[in-house]
């Protein structure tokens, strides 16, 4: 049995504040630093081998503070960060309401048709997010695995393993700061299944 344990990052400053983050920089804030350590003590008991993490430094300090009981080195990858939204980010999605209101219309609503110039759709996002973790289960068959993202990215992920169309994408369970959800790849059958979705377990 496979198992990949998706880790979306703790809130940080611009989460507090309704700004876009995309592949910008932001930081925990105290109350992420507060999520990252309760996660922690509830994945004390599990131990990994594999410890993977996006290259942005909220994902870094998440993955410092949840699994530092881990000793595997933490492998950071590119392909982990969160969908990359281009000229929004920085910026506070009240204010691109005001300038761009049926793209953020789009943003939130119709995800699957959504595209603004030099920002990835959700379908390249979900397309980048498979190909890396189709690559770690092959490479990690029979191991218990730590992957810690970001909420669109990891949302993807699920989406594609439980059927949803992108045009349902951010419908519940909602992907909060700090959740943790499973996938179980049986030895037997190779299909990945949803065991537990933002730390809902089976019946989400």
Known sequence: ????????????????????????????????????????????????????????????????????????????????????????????????????????????NTPDVFNIEGAETFHALQRRALAAVETILKNCEGMEIALVSHGAWIKSVLSHYEGRPLSRFWEPPRMHNCCHSIIEVSTDSGTPRIVRYADLDEGF
Not at 41 to 59: C, I, M, N, P, W
Not at 82 to 89: A, D, Q, V
Request: glycine share 6%; charged share 25%.
């Open 1 to 108: 049995m496979t198992r990949l344990h998706l880790i979306r990052h703790g809130e940080t400053n611009w989460n507090a504040e309704g700004r876009v983050q995309g592949q910008l920089e932001s930081v925990l804030s105290e109350l992420g630093q507060q999520q990252a350590v309760e996660l922690q003590k509830k994945l004390a008991a599990t131990r990994f081998d594999r410890v993977f993490s996006s290259t942005s430094t909220r994902a870094r300090q998440t993955t410092a503070l949840a699994l530092s009981h881990c000793e595997q080195p933490v492998r950071y990858q590119d392909d982990l960060r969160e969908i990359m939204l281009g000229r929004w980010e920085g910026f506070l999605y009240a204010d691109i309401e005001k300038v761009e209101p049926q793209a953020v219309f789009a943003f939130r």
